[in-house]
């Protein structure tokens, strides 16, 4: 029997002309998948809401995602691949100097589509023009304005010359920049080994269902389908997870599905297409039971939300400190409000993706893009009922993350299909999957009441907070422990009350997010400071001048406060001539501050080890144990081994992976700049005290062990050992409320590369804005995700974003590395609050409620 060839369309492709496929469901797919042309990056397909998929196409720069096979037939169709030489290093240098890039994941789409701008407009390009024809691409990582800076670079033709960093305080470009920029260092879904077959994940149909069968027989029966795997199939542990082994990694039959992100199968296919193709028909019967979509109803119910799991109430975190309700009655005023957060969406634009590959005598080799890869491989191995030494997990840097990648999604999944089928198996999600999938930013309800006297000095804080942590545990006991501590701000309340209770529903799992809780709870502080700012008839800034903490304070839970908080008063007094210039000007500001702890703290012991290593040709090998996902903790890694060892920067070659045993679990809390310098520096102690012989292991470590958790009891315990603090300004046109600046001074401790520093922020604060404004991840009464694209989740476009000005201030934190404290997660802690208090001073009208765009728009608008 002969097999009917498949119908071919040639393009001419960089210069050659190629015959593909005609059944790819679209260009980007036949570049990637058939010619092995991996610049164009899929990060929504086929939607053309990211950009990183932008090629030009007979000139013009498009998404390939976009373009039909029978639309690309007889056109000419440039990558990256195939710019002349010169056009890839102007494109490179630029934005590697500038810093225009983090991650990574969307940069070779947003360089077509500039050089595309450039060859049109020349020297002619205004940043209006630019930020408004790059419309289709989203940066989660930078705000924008640093492209910017690399866009107005190559108009003028002023590209400086790329210099990598030296030792710690110096400026220099990321590690790997202009190979991410280019696209040539590849992520996982960029990687291809020889025998290659494709997973496709089957989804649960329903929020909260019995399953009562699962027929894998339609999908077998596809052609090129290898294998359906289900839990059946698992010889191992069934549930994982990083703090409790709760998550099901398959439903099986006779179970229970708990969210819409629960997966049933995973189909093995010759093909992304077939597998994806094959998993849809996936027979599931179901008995379909109502879900638990309402946190406060799952509170008050006997029946249990989650299969297996006994109760709805995942956690309390609770603290006292002396009498709030005799401070409320003594207080010259007095403000109570509730205040509402919304669930958000990370949004990286890199979607989950795993390589598994097998080996006849040696450990199962597993390619993932998790902020924890000691735990995937502990997890996996449990999965597998293997030993953990037969698994090796390698870090491949991923394309954004900001805590959505803790937690393992197709990870096991991958690994069980290649570990059973003894060959290399690919897994990636689509966006729709990955919305569904990962966690997302906790909603939380939190009704606060605070007093102060008439001078406007702070006398009491009491807050309830009641946070939908869908129906795994993930990190959110953990967020909703960190929103209780960071309740009180950079604040001093000498009379405290505080509790806040993580719920179990049927909506999308919830869990690490930029901010961890502290933005959530802070928006609530800052608000209710500003309520009695009024009531007081003082600014903004005097009530936080009175009440900003000091060293020596008691804080929060009952910490004493190090100098390290000098930061606080650092940060408020940097920002007032801003504050005053503005208010002279007649603009309508805001002001924000924010503390954000660095580490896990709260009783947890972290060890972090590194391992530096000198190969006989010179390279300086350095491990850490944490996941570059954009942040630049590789460049850290690098600049603490050029500062310790003297060494040139270009000798230093960084890795990530599970062969030495340095975890110290997730990549989380703004703790990697903190414990990876510490570790890095220790190793490199070592080596330099056995005169660094080639070819030997120096190991070397950073712990912090001493913290206490709340649960305690203690009078005045140690909750974190590290703080960051920040104050922002929003100055807003006081007629229209359009957002005009947000000036952002921030704390580090101590800047390790100013460049990437000031990126970190001002992609933060874009973030901020987004959280503040307009982004919303909302579900129906059915637990159903209702914004399901990218474009629905309203992420701020470049044209959306006011001029952003990060000022650094160092306040060195006692006993860490340098002075470090991280500034991963602190950027956008103030925002909300002083975008609020900005939109005040414009309409008179106070905002609780997120986001204030679409709850209540400024004047109407």
């Given at each position: 029997?002969?097999?009917?060839?498949?119908?071919?369309?040639?393009?001419?492709?960089?210069?050659?002309?190629?015959?593909?496929?005609?059944?790819?469901?679209?260009?980007?797919?036949?570049?990637?998948?058939?010619?092995?042309?991996?610049?164009?990056?899929?990060?929504?397909?086929?939607?053309?809401?990211c950009?990183?998929?932008?090629?030009?196409?007979?000139?013009k720069?498009?998404?390939?995602?976009?373009?039909?096979?029978?639309?690309?037939?007889?056109?000419?169709?440039?990558?990256?691949?195939?710019?002349p030489?010169?056009?890839?290093?102007?494109l490179?240098?630029a934005?590697a100097?500038?810093?225009?890039?983090?991650?990574?994941?969307?940069?070779?789409?947003?360089?077509?589509?500039?050089?595309?701008?450039?060859d049109?407009?020349?020297?002619?390009?205004?940043?209006?023009?630019?930020?408004?024809?790059?419309?289709?691409?989203?940066?989660?990582?930078?705000?924008?304005?640093?492209?910017?800076?690399?866009?107005?670079?190559?108009?003028?033709?002023?590209?400086?010359?790329?210099?990598?960093?030296?030792?710690?305080?110096?400026?220099?470009?990321?590690?790997?920049?202009?190979?991410?920029?280019?696209?040539?260092?590849?992520?996982?879904?960029?990687?291809?080994?020889?025998?290659?077959?494709?997973?496709?994940?089957?989804?649960?149909?329903?929020?909260?269902?019995?399953?009562?069968?699962?027929d894998?027989?339609?999908?077998?029966?596809?052609?090129?389908?290898?294998?359906?795997?289900?839990?059946?199939?698992?010889?191992?542990?069934?549930?994982?997870?990083?703090?409790?082994?709760?998550?099901?990694?398959?439903?099986?039959?006779?179970?229970?599905?708990?969210?819409?992100?629960?997966?049933?199968?995973?189909?093995?296919?010759?093909?992304?297409?077939?597998?994806?193709?094959?998993?849809?028909?996936?027979?599931?019967?179901?008995?379909?039971?109502k879900?638990?979509?309402?946190?406060?109803?799952?509170?008050?119910?006997?029946?249990?939300?989650?299969?297996?799991?006994d109760g709805?109430?995942?956690?309390?975190?609770?603290?006292?400190?002396?009498?709030?309700?005799?401070?409320?009655?003594?207080?010259?005023?007095v403000?109570?409000?509730?205040?509402?957060?919304?669930?958000?969406?990370?949004?990286?634009?890199?979607?989950?993706?795993?390589?598994?590959?097998?080996?006849?005598?040696?450990?199962?080799a597993?390619?993932?893009?998790?902020?924890?890869?000691?735990?995937?491989?502990?997890?996996?191995?449990?999965?597998?009922?293997?030993?953990?030494?037969?698994?090796?997990?390698?870090?491949?840097s991923?394309?954004?993350?900001?805590?959505?990648?803790?937690?393992?999604?197709?990870?096991?999944?991958?690994?069980?299909?290649?570990?059973?089928?003894?060959?290399?198996?690919?897994?990636?999600?689509?966006?729709?999957?990955?919305l569904?999938?990962h966690?997302?930013?906790?909603?939380?309800?939190?009704?606060?009441?605070?007093?102060?006297?008439?001078?406007?000095?702070?006398?009491?804080?009491?807050?309830?907070?009641?946070?939908?942590?869908?129906?795994?545990?993930?990190?959110?006991?953990?967020?909703l422990?960190?929103?209780?501590?960071?309740?009180s701000?950079?604040?001093?309340?000498?009379?405290?009350?505080?509790?806040?209770?993580?719920?179990?529903?049927?909506?999308?799992?919830?869990?690490?997010?930029?901010?961890?809780?502290?933005?959530?709870?802070?928006?609530?502080?800052?608000?209710?400071?500003?309520?009695?700012?009024?009531?007081?008839?003082?600014?903004?800034?005097?009530?936080?001048?009175?009440?900003v903490?000091?060293?020596?304070?008691?804080?929060?839970?009952?910490?004493i406060?190090?100098?390290?908080c000098?930061?606080?008063?650092?940060?408020?007094d940097?920002?007032?001539?801003?504050?005053?210039e503005?208010?002279?000007?007649g603009?309508?500001?805001?002001?924000g501050?924010?503390?954000?702890?660095?580490?896990?703290?709260?009783?947890?012991?972290?060890?972090?080890?590194?391992?530096?290593?000198?190969?006989?040709d010179?390279?300086?090998?350095?491990?850490?144990?944490?996941?570059?996902?954009?942040?630049?903790?590789?460049?850290?890694?690098?600049?603490?081994?050029?500062?310790?060892?003297?060494?040139?920067?270009?000798?230093?070659?960084?890795?990530?992976?599970?062969?030495?045993?340095?975890?110290?679990?997730q990549?989380?809390?703004?703790?990697?700049?903190?414990?990876?310098?510490?570790?890095?520096?220790?190793?490199?102690?070592?080596?330099?005290?056995?005169?660094?012989?080639?070819?030997?292991?120096?190991?070397?470590?950073?712990?912090v062990?001493?913290?206490?958790?709340?649960?305690?009891g203690?009078?005045?315990?140690?909750?974190?050992?590290?703080?960051?603090?920040?104050?922002?300004?929003?100055?807003?046109?006081?007629?229209?409320?359009?957002?005009?600046?947000?000036?952002?001074?921030?704390?580090v401790?101590?800047?390790?590369?100013?460049?990437?520093?000031?990126?970190?922020i001002?992609?933060?604060?874009?973030?901020?804005?987004?959280?503040?404004?307009?982004?919303?991840?909302?579900?129906?009464?059915?637990?159903?995700?209702?914004?399901?694209?990218?474009?629905s989740?309203?992420?701020?476009?470049?044209?959306?974003?006011?001029?952003?000005?990060?000022?650094?201030?160092?306040?060195?934190?006692?006993?860490?590395?340098?002075?470090?404290k991280?500034?991963?997660?602190?950027?956008?802690?103030?925002?909300?609050?002083?975008?609020?208090?900005?939109?005040?001073?414009?309409?008179?009208?106070?905002?609780?409620?997120?986001?204030?765009n679409?709850?209540?728009?400024?004047?109407?608008?």
């Open positions: 029997m002969t097999t009917k060839p498949l119908d071919q369309t040639s393009f001419v492709v960089n210069g050659e002309q190629e015959s593909v496929r005609s059944d790819h469901p679209h260009l980007l797919a036949a570049l990637r998948e058939e010619l092995d042309i991996t610049s164009p990056k899929d990060g929504c397909s086929p939607s053309g809401h950009g990183a998929c932008t090629v030009l196409l007979d000139g720069a498009i998404q390939s995602c976009l373009v039909g096979m029978e639309k690309a037939a007889g056109k000419e169709v440039v990558t990256l691949e195939g710019f030489a010169e056009d890839r290093a102007r490179a240098n934005f100097a500038a810093g225009a890039l983090q991650c990574g994941f969307c940069t070779p789409g947003i360089m077509v589509r500039t050089q595309a701008l450039l049109q407009k020349g020297k002619d390009l205004t940043r209006e023009t630019a930020a408004g024809r790059l419309g289709g691409h989203l940066c989660r990582c930078t705000g924008y304005t640093k492209i910017f800076e690399a866009i107005e670079m190559l108009r003028t033709d002023e590209i400086p010359d790329v210099v990598m960093p030296g030792g710690v305080g110096t400026r220099g470009a990321k590690y790997e920049a202009a190979e991410l920029a280019l696209g040539d260092r590849g992520y996982v879904d960029d990687m291809r080994p020889d025998g290659l077959l494709h997973g496709a994940l089957k989804l649960s149909d329903h929020a909260r269902a019995d399953v009562l069968s699962i894998t027989a339609p999908a077998l029966a596809v052609e090129g389908v290898i294998a359906v795997y289900t839990a059946a199939d698992v010889p191992g542990a069934l549930r994982v997870g990083i703090i409790h082994e709760d998550w099901p990694v398959f439903i099986p039959e006779g179970g229970r599905t708990s969210y819409l992100g629960d997966v049933i199968a995973i189909v093995v296919a010759e093909s992304v297409q077939i597998a994806r193709q094959a998993a849809d028909l996936v027979a599931v019967e179901y008995n379909v039971l879900p638990f979509a309402d946190p406060d109803a799952a509170l008050t119910s006997d029946e249990d939300a989650v299969w297996g799991l709805n109430v995942l956690s309390r975190s609770v603290y006292d400190r002396g009498d709030v309700d005799s401070a409320l009655a003594e207080a010259a005023h403000v109570h409000e509730t205040f509402h957060t919304q669930r958000v969406e990370h949004a990286f634009l890199e979607p989950e993706s795993t390589l598994a590959v097998p080996s006849d005598d040696g450990p199962l597993v390619y993932s893009g998790g902020q924890g890869v000691w735990d995937d491989r502990n997890q996996i191995a449990a999965v597998l009922d293997i030993e953990r030494d037969e698994v090796t997990v390698e870090l491949v991923n394309g954004g993350a900001f805590g959505g990648k803790e937690d393992m999604s197709n990870q096991a999944h991958t690994a069980l299909a290649a570990y059973l089928l003894k060959r290399p198996v690919k897994c990636t999600l689509t966006r729709e999957q990955s569904i999938m966690p997302k930013r906790h909603p939380i309800r939190l009704e606060i009441s605070a007093g102060c006297d008439a001078d406007g000095k702070l006398l009491a804080l009491r807050s309830r907070l009641i946070g939908d942590s869908g129906p795994y545990a993930s990190v959110g006991m953990k967020v422990e960190r929103a209780a501590g960071h309740a701000g950079p604040y001093v309340f000498p009379n405290i009350d505080i509790e806040a209770v993580a719920v179990r529903t049927n909506n999308p799992v919830c869990g690490a997010f930029r901010g961890f809780g502290a933005n959530q709870a802070q928006f609530a502080t800052e608000g209710i400071l500003d309520r009695l700012a009024e009531k007081a008839g003082l600014t903004g800034w005097e009530i936080r001048d009175r009440n903490v000091s060293p020596g304070v008691v804080w929060g839970p009952g910490q406060l190090d100098d390290g000098l930061g606080a008063r650092m940060c408020l940097a920002i007032k001539p801003v504050y005053d503005a208010r002279a000007a603009k309508a500001i805001g002001l501050m924010g503390i954000k702890n660095s580490g896990l703290g709260n009783g947890f012991k972290e060890i972090a080890g590194a391992v530096v290593r000198f190969e006989e010179g390279t300086v090998e350095v491990r850490h144990c944490w996941t570059e996902m954009g942040q630049g903790i590789h460049t850290v890694a690098l600049q603490v081994a050029v500062e310790e060892l003297g060494v040139a920067p270009e000798r230093v070659r960084v890795v990530v992976d599970t062969t030495r045993e340095l975890g110290a679990g990549t989380t809390g703004s703790r990697g700049t903190l414990m990876g310098a510490g570790s890095v520096k220790d190793a490199c102690r070592v080596a330099l005290e056995n005169d660094c012989e080639p070819g030997i292991d120096y190991y070397g470590e950073y712990r062990d001493w913290t206490n958790s709340l649960e305690e203690l009078e005045n315990p140690i909750i974190h050992s590290t703080f960051a603090y920040a104050a922002q300004l929003v100055i807003a046109d006081p007629e229209s409320g359009d957002i005009e600046k947000v000036v952002a001074v921030h704390d401790g101590r800047v390790v590369n100013p460049t990437l520093c000031e990126g970190q001002e992609g933060a604060v874009h973030m901020g804005l987004g959280y503040a404004l307009s982004e919303e991840f909302p579900t129906d009464d059915e637990a159903r995700p209702t914004n399901m694209t990218l474009r989740l309203n992420i701020l476009r470049p044209k959306d974003i006011p001029e952003i000005e990060a000022i650094l201030v160092e306040a060195p934190q006692p006993g860490s590395p340098y002075g470090i991280g500034v991963g997660e602190i950027g956008l802690v103030p925002t909300a609050g002083a975008v609020a208090a900005a939109f005040h001073e414009v309409d008179g009208q106070w905002r609780n409620r997120l986001p204030m679409q709850h209540q728009p400024v004047n109407g608008g």
